[in-house]
């Protein structure tokens, strides 16, 4: 059984930064499309953001646009979401996700990807 392990999690300040890690061992992880999700307390999880299997396309909720990117490292197996710009509306457990890259479906459905971290918790503080 594949599970992502999420790590980069913490307690910034709004106006900071973090960076997330998705570890994905003993994934053929080139071979799938990665997606980053979070759920608020009391709030439903939503999606944040996607990269394709090759990292050369990439999605964004608008409410993260220009102040997230997404990443990833095949060799390393690990992907990546870099976080500026924090709001305390960005206070969240932030899950990684991973969907086989022939899966078809909007990058922000849920339910079409595979595998799940078990997520870490950011907290902004204003």
């Known amino acids: 059984q594949v599970q992502l392990v999420e790590s980069g999690g913490g307690l910034v300040q709004a106006g900071g930064s973090l960076r997330l890690s998705c570890a994905a061992p003993?994934?053929?992880?080139?071979?799938?499309?990665m997606g980053w999700f979070r759920q608020a307390p009391g709030k439903e999880r939503e999606f944040v953001a996607h990269?394709?299997?090759?990292?050369?396309?990439?999605s964004y909720a608008d409410s993260v646009k220009g102040r997230f990117a997404v990443s990833r490292d095949n060799a390393k197996n690990t992907g990546y979401l870099q976080m500026n710009s924090l709001k305390p509306e960005d206070t969240a457990v932030y899950y990684c996700?991973?969907?086989?890259?022939?899966?078809?479906?909007?990058?922000?459905?849920?339910?079409?990807?595979?595998?799940w971290g078990q997520g870490t918790q950011v907290t902004v503080s204003s």
């Open positions: 990269i394709n299997r090759s990292g050369g396309s990439t």
């Open positions: 996700a991973a969907r086989w890259y022939a899966r078809v479906g909007p990058a922000t459905t849920q339910d079409r990807y595979n595998y």
């Open positions: 003993g994934l053929t992880f080139s071979g799938y499309d």
